[in-house]
């Protein structure tokens, strides 16, 4: 199959129905949006159809496999734009559409996989499975002993003494953006 879609293929439904969180100590926002997409069923059937991997130099530590859509997808962003409340800009150019599924059935986690990581500012994930089949979804975390809800962006010392702790690598304090992803 093509990495090619239709292009209205990704349009938005008009009766998405949005809710706006405050979670947390830090009263970090979570919007979620529910019948996000118009034609959630065809997106299912095209992503089950999708080429993934799960090659290493493709998934990185991400726990799964991808695919890549090659999608103008700049109403997509200006979507989400308006429902976070303030512009957002791809990470890379060109930003690619991904699909990705997590493996979870007898499927160990490697130490990379472990480690404390940050998401660039915003993550948004769109769960394309049925209603009925809906058993939870994304988890929020505080970590108990260091009361942390999320990662700083320059590693501190409470974020060292938990790495020496965990017996984290040595890529957690060395990587450009201060930790691993």
Not at 98 to 114: A, E, P, S
């Amino acid at each position: 199959m093509s990495n090619y879609i239709r292009s209205d293929l990704l349009a938005l439904n008009p009766h998405q129905t949005v809710s706006i969180l405050r979670v947390g100590q830090g009263h970090h926002q979570v919007v979620i949006v529910d019948n996000f997409y118009q034609y959630p069923d065809e997106i299912l059937k095209v992503a089950l159809s999708l080429p993934y991997s799960d090659r290493f130099e493709i998934v990185g530590n991400f726990p799964g496999v991808r695919a890549r859509l090659n999608y103008e997808h700049w109403k997509l962003v200006e979507s989400l734009s308006a429902l976070w409340g303030c512009p957002l800009f791809p990470f890379f150019s060109p930003q690619p559409v991904v699909f990705q599924g997590i493996k979870t059935d007898n499927y160990t986690l490697n130490i990379g996989q472990r480690q404390p990581h940050i998401d660039q500012d915003i993550t948004a994930m769109v769960y394309l499975n049925p209603a009925d089949s809906c058993t939870g979804g994304t988890g929020l975390y505080r970590h108990r002993p260091t009361g942390l809800e999320r990662v700083p962006p320059v590693p501190d010392r409470t974020i060292r003494q938990l790495a020496n702790q965990l017996e984290l690598s040595d890529e957690f304090f060395n990587s450009p953006e201060g930790y691993e992803n």
